[in-house]
């Protein structure tokens, strides 16, 4: 099956400080990559999608210039929460959709990373 | 309006039973897709099983089932004779085929306790 990896998977960081995530996807090609937040106990809520090369689609109310997300390769996704603050705290979880096939296609999820900023 | 319905927050099962997690959905897309995530608490997403909204069938996926009442919009997973390992929060989720990026809408959740 696909399998997408996610760096660190864990981080403590200062506040004022960034932190950069990264996501791959390892056998297969993301045409879209996916970058979500969950809170404890809630769902997920989604960020922003990216598609290779192209600029990343922000969810309303998510500051692209406080989550900066690069998708560089068909292969690669990065988000880096700049000047990050207690309130950024969370866990944050990528997917990679293969090539579109319609909707049958499932997202595949990295195993997450959880930041905790003090 | 949330398009994603799951309206238990939490359930406690007794090993071995069969446990029904509701989900039901709305949207006035004909092409659309529903899918089941269960989430550990290591907060791994894993992908349960998937039902098309033309798939004639009721999907099915070893001890998962889905018991897909179109008309009635709900999508409900069947965890055949569960086990311990089952704990774990479990996701509703619909991808319309009108959205061009295919993103997934979520439902809120519900966490499911196995007893032994």
């Known amino acids: 099956g696909a399998v997408v990896s996610q760096h660190p998977s864990w981080v403590i960081c200062k506040s004022g400080t960034s932190v950069k995530i990264e996501c791959r996807s390892l056998d297969f090609q993301a045409t879209t990559m996916f970058w979500y937040r969950q809170f404890p106990k809630q769902s997920l809520m989604l960020m922003a999608t990216?598609?290779?090369?192209?600029?990343?689609?922000?969810e309303q109310g998510v500051e692209k210039d406080k989550f900066l997300i690069n998708h560089a390769s068909l292969t690669l996704s990065t988000l880096t929460v700049t000047s990050a603050h207690p309130e950024d705290s969370s866990f944050y979880i990528c997917?990679?959709?293969?090539?579109?096939?319609?909707?049958?296609?499932?997202?595949?999820f990295g195993p997450g990373t959880r930041l905790l900023v003090l | 309006a949330q398009k994603i319905t799951q309206t238990q927050p939490g359930m406690f099962v007794q090993e071995k039973e069969a446990v029904t997690l509701d989900c039901t959905y709305d949207t006035s897309d004909p092409s659309y897709g529903l899918f089941w995530y269960k989430q550990p608490s290591s907060g791994e997403m894993i992908f349960l099983i998937y039902q098309g909204s033309y798939d004639q069938q009721n999907a099915t996926e070893g001890r998962y089932s889905l018991n897909f009442q179109k008309a009635r919009k709900s999508a409900n997973l069947v965890i055949s004779a569960s086990q311990l390992g089952d704990s774990a929060m479990y996701f509703c989720?619909?991808?319309?085929?009108?959205?061009?990026?295919?993103?997934?809408?979520w439902g809120a959740g519900t966490k499911l306790i196995i007893k032994p």
């Open positions: 997917s990679a959709s293969p090539e579109r096939q319609g909707t049958r296609e499932t997202q595949y």
């Open positions: 989720a619909m991808r319309e085929g009108g959205d061009s990026n295919y993103q997934l809408i």
């Open positions: 990216s598609n290779e090369g192209s600029k990343a689609t922000y």
